[in-house]
């Protein structure tokens, strides 16, 4: 069982950065591969970003390829979105999730279905 607090998130302008965390609970937080999804009003929960649970392997959706970056601290049960060159459409709710099963590749590692747990989310709302 892993369970997942979001934080970090707010109001930023266009251009701007943030930094999520996600705080796990559990010891076994270093063997379950973590992504970033997000969902903005009326639209679908979408892949983010990706980390395998060694943290040697990323994947990030082309939206955000080369503004954000997944990275995880497994000392501190601490999973992390620094985002950079913010823009509005980047403006959601942003989830942090851990895979259904420990040491999984990176296969299906943008697959929604693939997670398991949850945190709450936390909002990013980016302004013109």
């Known amino acids: 069982q892993v369970q997942l607090v979001e934080s970090g998130g707010g109001l930023v302008q266009a251009g701007g950065s943030l930094r999520l965390s996600c705080a796990a609970s559990g010891r076994t937080f270093s063997t379950y591969g973590m992504g970033w999804f997000r969902q903005a009003p009326g639209k679908e929960r979408e892949f983010v970003a990706g980390i395998s649970w060694i943290g040697s392997s990323t994947y990030y959706a082309d939206s955000v390829k080369g503004r954000f970056t997944i990275s995880r601290d497994n000392a501190k049960n601490t999973l992390y979105l620094q985002m950079t060159s913010l823009k509005p459409e980047d403006t959601a709710v942003y989830y942090c999730?851990?895979?259904?099963?420990?040491?999984?590749?990176?296969?299906?590692?943008?697959?929604?279905?693939?997670?398991?747990?949850w945190g709450q989310g936390t909002q990013v709302t980016v302004s013109t």
């Open positions: 999730a851990a895979r259904s099963r420990p040491f999984t590749t990176i296969v299906k590692l943008t697959t929604r279905s693939e997670y398991g747990y």
